[in-house]
């Protein structure tokens, strides 16, 4: 079973910063991409940012240009960098990974780190 360990979430002001870090292990498949998703109380899951084996980065409109996704690849940590923060960036952040299993492609999701913005 794939085990992920995310850190990084907490309290921010509006205007402040946060990193989210993720580490993925026991993977038996390869990764393709990997990337953050979060979840407000009473919404649904939505896609934050992603970045491919390729370097090719996607962000929500939401996001743009105050978030930055990265990765370590040889170390299979994917991070987000969360500057300029607002109080509807509030939200459980999920770790995302998307495998490719040779045939086909698989995801999976972290347990979730808690980011919450408020004055």
């Known amino acids: 079973q794939v085990q992920f360990v995310e850190s990084g979430g907490g309290l921010a002001h509006p205007g402040g910063s946060l990193r989210l870090s993720c580490t993925v292990s026991r993977n038996r498949f390869n990764i393709r991409s990997m990337g953050w998703y979060r979840q407000a109380p009473g919404s649904q899951r939505e896609f934050v940012a992603k970045q491919s084996n390729a370097g090719t980065t996607n962000y929500a409109d939401s996001v743009k240009g105050r978030f930055t996704v990265s990765r370590d690849y040889a170390k299979k940590m994917v991070f987000l960098q969360m500057n300029s923060l607002k109080p509807n960036d509030t939200a459980t952040y999920y770790c995302?990974?998307?495998?490719?299993?040779?045939?086909?492609?698989?995801?999976?999701w972290g347990q979730g780190t808690q980011v919450t913005v408020h004055s």
């Open positions: 995302y990974v998307l495998f490719w299993t040779g045939s086909s492609e698989v995801d999976d």
